[in-house]
């Protein structure tokens, strides 16, 4: 079945504990992004990345990394999170221009 | 990418058609109009997508003006599933970053 996959989907952590949110898609696609989304603000891009090791920011890329040595993975990094990224989190891919395809979230809440 | 318009609430009564709007007054011309959906919190999933020409799939039609300043979703037979946010989005398939700018949506309820 064509997905994309995260993990975890929910996690609560301490403010300056880093952690790893996982995206993996199996479609072969070019396109992965992740996007973040809170009340009254909508879905907003964080990092998105066209290829293997050709990544960009998005709108709200402060305090987040993201890498991508393989095609179907693009893992978003929090250093050291903050309660203001508290957020309910979605990875992406898609073929180049092409409609997007969305995990199923991930809730992280920062102490 | 062009912004959009959305009344933000609407019923339906299940297995009637909903018809959901969406005005686009500055679309460029080589901007298309996409429909997304998200049910409660869950990850936002493609409907349908058209340039100018009106498009059918197994969930739902879209119907764009002639002038490509507003369009219209419809889901022929809605079912309480069918309740979601629905979000109407014009973009480029130009290099952008291809962020989809989501906006705030419409709020499907599906009654019995």
């Known amino acids: 079945e064509a997905q994309v996959t995260q993990n975890p989907r929910y996690l609560i952590t301490v403010t300056g504990k880093k952690l790893t949110v996982t995206c993996s898609q199996n479609m072969n696609h070019e396109y992965m992004s992740w996007y973040r989304q809170d009340p009254g603000l909508g879905l907003r891009q964080i990092y998105y990345s066209m290829n293997v090791e050709v990544t960009d920011k998005g709108d709200v890329p402060e305090g987040y990394k993201v890498s991508r040595k393989e095609k179907r993975n693009f893992p978003l990094i929090l250093e050291s999170p903050s309660p203001n990224q508290t957020s309910l989190y979605f990875c992406?891919?898609?073929?180049?221009?092409?409609?997007?395809?969305f995990g199923p979230g991930t809730r992280l809440t920062v102490l | 990418d062009a912004k959009t318009t959305q009344p933000p609430s609407m019923d339906c009564a299940e297995g009637r058609a909903a018809n959901l709007p969406c005005n686009h007054s500055t679309i460029s011309g080589n901007e298309y109009v996409y429909w997304y959906r998200q049910i409660h919190s869950q990850g936002p999933q493609y409907i349908i997508h058209g340039l100018k020409n009106n498009e059918t799939n197994e969930m739902a039609s879209l119907i764009i003006t002639e002038d490509r300043k507003s369009s219209t979703l419809i889901l022929p037979h809605a079912t309480l599933r069918d309740t979601a946010v629905y979000y109407c989005?014009?973009?480029?398939?130009?290099?952008?970053?291809?962020?989809?700018?989501f906006g705030k949506g419409t709020s499907l309820l599906v009654t019995p």
């Open positions: 992406a891919s898609s073929r180049i221009g092409n409609e997007q395809f």
């Open positions: 989005i014009v973009r480029t398939t130009s290099n952008s970053g291809y962020a989809l700018n």
